[in-house]
């Protein structure tokens, strides 16, 4: 997807007054975007050189404003869509998104940049945190925006009890970016007791705590201890001084080859490292966040902090899924009407055919809800979804019908012509015309059940048109002097007879067709939940795997707090890890499954009309075969 974005603009206006507003452009461009987005925010001080390192990632000179003063430049949150330039995210869109820079002398707002930096965290899947010269005691101080998060955003839905208490960093993780620390013209050697060591092993030293209960060792471990908990996936780049002092002012009018060879290598690695692997912007769960859902993100954090709410990420979570999940009903119902379009030509031949053609569409159309409903735990809205294919199905039914017999009727209209000039010309009129008026209407008969096309009234309509000439028939039958009265009585009964076998014939088509529309809102109900499981056996499965990558982060922290020392965090680490197993002990019982498709069966009965009989011996007999 071309994302006509030749510039960035603002997403997140930042007035003088500190007050923080989504910008309606912004949104626009948002909404268009269908694609998964990789979302890379940049935070740091004010005059780092954030948006240089953007504008490079974009792999242009220029876009986000450098400024050229010790002033901060960047005001609010701007915003620059791209198509994603690494082949192995093709078919998504870059989202960089370079922040206001942070402890502005002249704004003098700490408030405010922790909001900054909190919306930061919240919007993007990768956060790079921009510093100058080194990680030490200064600079970790300088971060204590991260060490007020849990201060400024909670996880879950409060009770009344207000702010929901114990909320441990494992929670916050489900939520937040993996985590690049840049350090700018970097002067030091990367070793430590005298070895040369990567750039990760300075952060990962720069992060270690210092032992003791002293209030400054608490200052000096806090900032560290949010990091290590917070952002366990962490990467570290540093970068030389680009260029002279006096061309630092004028960088973005600078060649390629004017700056230092050694700076171009190391933002070659940084942006590469970026493209390749940070990853889509999720939400608990795995499911993949579009431009359209993180502009909706957006909206709810800035109207809870315009609010003078505590942002709530399970909230904004279920406010996103609302949207989007009456968006994926929507989405889904034009797509059964646009294979619908494609296949259908009325009238069909039978109610059967025309079942199987909507059971076909409603498949397709369920797959399009599926790929994007998340977090419909009661199933209204496949429940809605459920109700308006019912209703589509029935429509269909009647628009067949209604195709049937205009169908039936023109071709009626036109056959009979002969018939009824000869009987207007009286033809029928002299001794013996009885019989030659019975064996004239059925050759018209005949003739009337070789016109393909007829559609599923085509016995109801002939019956309606002979039915509508019996008295004419009869007037002929009655006339004819060739018969004697006997010969009359047996011919009138014959005819009645006839009418009335026609007629049973048209009542057990019509209970046939109601049997055949019952057992298709079964078959309905049984499509529903195959693909339910379907979708929920993915869901179990990415949730594991989410699960898993977190076991893995706080086992590896553990260790790392064991090696150092401190016991008494890795103690707390081990509460940390028996909650998650206990989730995933939950998370892989039946029950996690079955207590989903018997909320759809509640669902369904009332739903699908008539369903109500045979709606538990199904479920119980999927749930069986699956478990």
């Not at 490079?56 to 050229?68: D, I, N, V, Y």
């Not at 060879?261 to 499911?287: L, N």
């Not at 000869?422 to 019989?435: D, L």
């Amino acid at each position: 997807m071309e994302i006509p974005m030749p510039v960035p603009i603002c997403l997140i206006e930042n007035s003088p007054a500190g007050e923080l507003r989504v910008q309606q452009e912004a949104l626009r461009v948002l909404a268009e975007i269908s694609q998964p987005v990789v979302v890379v925010a940049i935070a740091g001080l004010y005059r780092t050189g954030k948006s240089y390192l953007m504008n490079r990632l974009a792999s242009k000179r220029t876009g986000f404003s450098l400024g050229c003063t010790i002033q901060s430049h960047t005001k609010g949150i701007w915003m620059w869509c791209l198509p994603h330039p690494h082949p192995c995210r093709a078919g998504h869109t870059l989202v960089l998104l370079d922040t206001e820079g942070l402890g502005d002398v002249e704004k003098g707002d700490g408030k405010n940049d922790t909001w900054i930096f909190a919306l930061a965290v919240l919007l993007s899947s990768t956060l790079v945190y921009n510093s100058m010269g080194t990680i030490n005691q200064q600079a970790m101080d300088q971060l204590h925006y991260v060490t007020e998060l849990t201060e400024r955003i909670k996880v879950k839905v409060a009770g009344e009890g207000g702010r929901q208490e114990g909320e441990d960093s494992a929670e916050f993780v489900r939520f937040f970016p993996a985590f690049v620390w840049a350090v700018r013209d970097f002067t030091l050697q990367l070793q430590l007791d005298g070895r040369e060591i990567t750039e990760d092993e300075y952060l990962e030293n720069a992060l270690k705590l210092k032992p003791g209960n002293s209030q400054r060792a608490q200052l000096y471990n806090l900032p560290r201890e949010c990091i290590r908990q917070f952002f366990p996936a962490r990467k570290c780049f540093v970068f030389i001084q680009p260029a002279s002092r006096r061309d630092l002012a004028r960088l973005e009018e600078l060649q390629e080859a004017e700056l230092e060879p050694e700076f171009r290598e190391q933002v070659a690695r940084f942006c590469h490292h970026i493209w390749e692997k940070s990853k889509p912007k999720t939400i608990p769960g795995g499911h993949v966040v579009t431009g359209a859902m993180l502009g909706n993100l957006a909206v709810t954090y800035v109207d809870a902090i315009r609010s003078g709410a505590v942002p709530c990420m399970e909230s904004a979570v279920l406010a996103l899924a609302q949207i989007e999940n009456s968006a994926a009903v929507g989405e889904a119902v034009a797509a059964y009407e646009e294979q619908l379009g494609r296949r259908v030509a009325l009238p069909m031949e039978s109610v059967q055919e025309l079942l199987e053609l909507h059971a076909q569409c409603e498949r397709e159309a369920l797959r399009a809800f599926m790929a994007r409903a998340f977090k419909d735990d009661d199933r209204r809205f496949q429940g809605e979804l459920m109700h308006h294919l019912e209703e589509q199905k029935q429509e269909l039914c009647r628009r067949n019908e209604l195709a049937s017999l205009d169908r039936c009727r023109a071709a009626l209209l036109e056959l009979s012509d002969e018939l009824e000039d000869r009987i207007c010309q009286g033809v029928y009129s002299v001794p013996g015309s009885y019989q030659r008026f019975l064996d004239d209407r059925q050759c018209m008969v005949e003739r009337y059940w070789q016109v393909p096309g007829k559609g599923v009234k085509a016995e109801e309509v002939l019956q309606e048109f002979l039915q509508s000439k019996e008295a004419v028939a009869q007037s002929i039958l009655q006339t004819d002097e060739a018969l004697t009265e006997k010969e009359k009585e047996m011919a009138a009964q014959q005819a009645r007879a006839e009418a009335a076998e026609r007629e049973q014939q048209i009542l057990k088509q019509k209970e046939a067709e109601l049997q055949q529309k019952l057992e298709d809102r079964e078959r309905s109900y049984q499509e529903n939940l195959r693909q339910l499981e379907t979708k929920l056996e993915d869901e179990r499965k990415k949730l594991l795997e989410e699960q898993g990558k977190m076991m893995d982060q706080k086992l590896k922290e553990q260790a790392a707090l064991l090696r150092e020392g401190f016991r008494e965090e890795a103690g707390r680490l081990e509460d940390q890890i028996r909650h998650l197993q206990q989730q995933n002990e939950e998370i892989r019982k039946p029950s996690w499954i079955q207590s989903a498709l018997g909320v759809l069966t509640d669902v369904a009965t009332l739903m699908l009309p008539g369903f109500i009989g045979r709606a538990a011996g199904v479920v119980t007999n999927f749930i069986r075969r699956l478990f």
